[in-house]
Structures are given as structure tokens and as C-alpha cells.
């Protein structure tokens, strides 16, 4: 507003000055008050502000475009951002979504390795996942008639996870591999590593008699005898205890 009051001032003032040389050129008073010389210098005096003028304007108009282009730059610089702004924004979004799905698969993985209940003959107890699945694949192969494998899943599962809530049941089916192969005194080792870690183990009596046919297998006799009265007298109600004392009567 202030640019085009000046503008304005600057036109009328414009015309001012030429009025008065129209004036000057055309009245007859004019000319009778000035001599040749002095008209000739208001005449060159009022062509030199009317130029001075003309300047004035141009540099205005010159001030004029630079603000428009510098507005113009602005803008294009809000633009600018406001994309940079608009990537930026997407770029975090992505982020967040990778960080999401980068958590949930940590905790994925986490819960592999968290412990949760099981239950393996008659006890419950807490068990690793991997834990439980070398449990579960080892038995698996024992079940299948194969023992050797089966042997050593159990061997490498008793290693791996020696305070196991399946250890007592890991040791009476290995020792239950070992019978099957032949191997007789590895056998008789399990079977009494159970009894001496959790004789009130669920296959505790079915342990002991296992013990007692090892040794008989090995020609131990009076051992065997010994196994299987001791059976009778701690496991009484037991199955392996009808079994015990059939044997009991075959040996005597």
C-alpha cells in the first residue's frame, strides 16, 4: 500500500510538471516573464526531474519484481520442505512398521526359549521348548525299535539338560535302550541312577525290575533274587511288583 501511495505521488507530481511546461510553451504571459535563457534552463531543469522521476519509477517497479521473485523463491522453498516434510514422515511410518515386526519377531524367537509347563509321567514340572522336543524326538526313536539312535538322543539329552524335570524318565528309557541292545550293565546304571535321584518316580518299581532282569541276563542270580524282594518290599502295590514275586518263584 505504502509502494503504490508513492507511486502515485510520483504520478502527480509527473503531471504537475507537464501542465507546466505546457504551459510555458503556450501562454503568452510565460513568455514574457522569461528570457530565452532562463526558459531554456526551467526547460532543462524540469526534463532533468521529469528523467529523475521516470528513474524513481523504474526502481520502484525493479523493487516490486525482486519482492515477487523472492516471495516466489519462498514459496517454492515452503514446497520443498513440505515434500521433505511428507517424506520424512513416511520414511518414520516405514521405520516404525519394520521395528514393529522386527519386535514381534524377537519376542517370537523369545518364546522359544521360555520355559512352559509339561507334564511327563505323572510330574509336572517346567521345560524348555527345545528341551521338551529332544525329549519327545528321542523317545520317538525308541518307540520306533530304534534303539542304538535312541541311546544316543537320550545320552546327548542327559548332557544337554542334566536338571531336566524329565531326567529320571530320560534315564529309565535309556537304560531301557541299553537292555534292548544288549548291553546290560549300562542298563542296571540308569535304571539305579533313577532310583537313587526320585525313587518315588512314577517307573521307579518298573526300574528295579528292570534291574533284576539284567542280572539275571548276566547270570547273577543271587543278585537278581535280592533285586526282586527289595522291589516287593518298597513297591508292594505295584504292577512290577506281581511281576517281581511271579519271579520270585521261578528263581527258587
Known amino acids: ?35 530565452d535563457g532562463d526558459a531554456r534552463r526551467a526547460i532543462l531543469d524540469l526534463r532533468a526531474r521529469s528523467e529523475q522521476l521516470q528513474a524513481a519509477d523504474q526502481n520502484t517497479l525493479n523493487e516490486i519484481q525482486q519482492l515477487r521473485n523472492s516471495l516466489l523463491d519462498l ?39 521360555e520355559p512352559k509347563p509339561v507334564e511327563s509321567d505323572g510330574m509336572a514340572f517346567q521345560a524348555q521348548p527345545a528341551e521338551q522336543q ?17 541311546r544316543d538322543a537320550f545320552t546327548t539329552f542327559l548332557r544337554q539338560y542334566p536338571q531336566s524335570g524329565y531326567s529320571a524318565s530320560a ?7 541299553y537292555y534292548a541292545t544288549r548291553q546290560y550293565q549300562p542298563a542296571i546304571e540308569q535304571f539305579n541312577a533313577l532310583l537313587a535321584s526320585n525313587p518315588q518316580h512314577a517307573r521307579a518299581p518298573e526300574a528295579a525290575l528292570s534291574i533284576a532282569n539284567s542280572q539275571i541276563e548276566l547270570k547273577s542270580v543271587d543278585a537278581a533274587r535280592k533285586t526282586l524282594e ?14 517281581a514275586r511271579e519271579r520270585l518263584s521261578r528263581l527258587r
Open 75 to 113: 514459496q517454492n522453498q515452503i514446497g520443498a520442505l513440505r515434500t521433505e516434510i511428507a517424506t520424512l514422515r513416511g520414511e518414520k511410518e516405514e521405520l516404525n512398521r519394520l521395528v514393529e515386526q522386527y519386535q514381534q519377531g524377537v519376542d517370537s524367537r523369545l518364546r522359544q526359549f
Open 230 to 243: 527289595n522291589l516287593v518290599t518298597v513297591y508292594p502295590d505295584s504292577e512290577a511288583a506281581v511281576a
Open 134 to 150: 529332544a525329549y519327545e524326538s528321542a523317545l520317538n526313536l525308541l518307540r520306533q525299535g530304534e534303539f542304538e539312535s535312541s
Open 171 to 177: 534315564r529309565f528309557w535309556l537304560g531301557n535302550a
Open 1 to 35: 500500500m505504502q509502494r503504490y501511495n508513492s507511486l502515485s505521488a510520483l504520478n502527480r507530481t509527473r503531471l504537475r510538471v507537464l501542465s507546466a511546461i505546457v504551459m510555458m510553451a503556450f501562454s503568452g504571459a510565460s513568455h514574457a516573464l522569461f528570457e
